[in-house]
DNA sequence: AAAAAATAGTTTGAACGTCAAATAATTTGA
DNA sequence: TCAAATTATTTGACGTTCAAACTATTTTTT
């Protein structure tokens, strides 16, 4: 009852702070015209070959419109390049600029650096303990919901 | 390095699914006009006696501009009672109806019920580590910003 | 090959959430 | 008393989201 209440207390706390927090993180950094959401939109592009909208779209779990409106504010920023495909030319191929690279790196440098922060604390038996805690839990939530 | 990429990948996946699965049984609940930011307001007001604007908005750490705009709704809707003070009245006052009770209670529950449910998938060790992990993690976001 | 259907993206209109700044009403304090 | 502070609302702007209408292109059917 008592590490329910823990739990749920701290689950609570972290989900709505993480959000918030997380934003800080990414406006007090280099790159402050970025918002939460674009640097969602930056991770589900990545670094690697350019991505069509659709499969962004899917990834991201919106619509192609709405990835439309996100996409065009990041291209007139500087963080995405846009080009039409050759082979089909329905197609629109998205990818991160240079500029979009570094928030990407600087972004991904600050999760690290809070999973450290969690692990130093952490016995190499509790990691793994956790570590398949949480897949449990994933695993629990992506059966049940 | 090997168990960092796994507790990133899992956290970030399990924060982002968890705040769907919250939107979802909202609105799939009896009150299905509420969004979650809704709830969040209903939270902060919670079922105690009537709190005033700049009180509940420095709770949510939105303006009280943002937080008149969720009221107007939340009266309309009728799950928020909305008064002036009358030993100031300046101040507005706040509480939940009876439906802005009911509302809360069955949030509630449903926080409990899932909190259970994970509970039950892990073993006593993996709850013991999963709270020490999630107070760390809090830890780290209060300190760091 | 022409017509129909499917696919990929964009645009539009509406709703919500947020902030900063301007405003209005009231209370406090010098 | 009257200037300053406090409390809340309004306004204007921007960001996020969706569904539905639309455009352009490719694929399939007839």
Redesign the interface.
Known sequence: MD??N???E?????????N??EE??VREGEHRDITMNDMHVMEAIGLETAKNMTSVARTL?VTTGTLTIAVNSLVKKGYVDRSRSEEDRRVVLISLSEKGRKAFLAHRKF??D??????A??TEE?????????????A???E??
Chains 1, 2 share one sequence.
């Open positions: 590490i329910n823990t739990l749920n701290v689950l609570v706390k972290l989900f709505r702070n993480i918030t927090i800080k993180a779990e999760h690290e809070m999973i450290d922060a969690v692990v604390e952490l509790e990691q793994r303990v956790l570590e398949k805690a949480l897949i449990k839990l994933h629990f939530f992506r049940t919901y």
